[in-house]
């Protein structure tokens, strides 16, 4: 399995992106995924995942209202729209898929970094004016 992400820009405050991730080679029926982002010398942070056991979206606080994720069952890719984005929201953003089906609960709670998940390449959003 690879994601392939696409959305990545420039652009300025208040403006809106939207993130795409692309599955090949695999299917994510039964995966957890979520976007993720990185800010140099700073750990990764989760965004918004949807469980695979129930279909729930999560968001984290610092973004709750301003970012919703979706996916595409047809064609399986999965989204991230970003609204009234801020300087803040800087940062190289991930899309990642866990196969651990035993997992349950909150996915952003989930340890994503623990080398099961499948990552794609990384896209830079910026912000600035």
């Known amino acids: 399995l690879q994601l392939v992400e696409s959305g990545g820009d420039l652009v300025q405050p208040g403006g809106s992106l939207r993130l795409s991730c692309t599955p090949s080679?695999?299917?994510?029926?039964?995966?957890?995924i979520g976007w993720f982002r990185q800010v140099p010398g700073q750990a990764r942070e989760g965004v918004s995942c949807i469980s695979s056991s129930d279909g729930s979206i999560y968001y984290a606080d610092s973004i709750k209202g301003r970012f919703t994720m979706s996916r595409d069952t047809a064609n399986a890719a999965f989204y991230l729209q970003m609204n009234n984005l801020n300087p803040d929201d800087t940062a190289v953003y991930y899309c990642a898929a866990d196969p651990r089906l035993r997992l349950t609960g909150p996915c952003l709670q989930f340890s994503w970094e623990s080398g099961v998940t499948t990552w794609g390449q990384g896209s830079q959003v910026t912000v600035s004016s």
């Open positions: 080679g695999g299917t994510l029926d039964y995966y957890h």
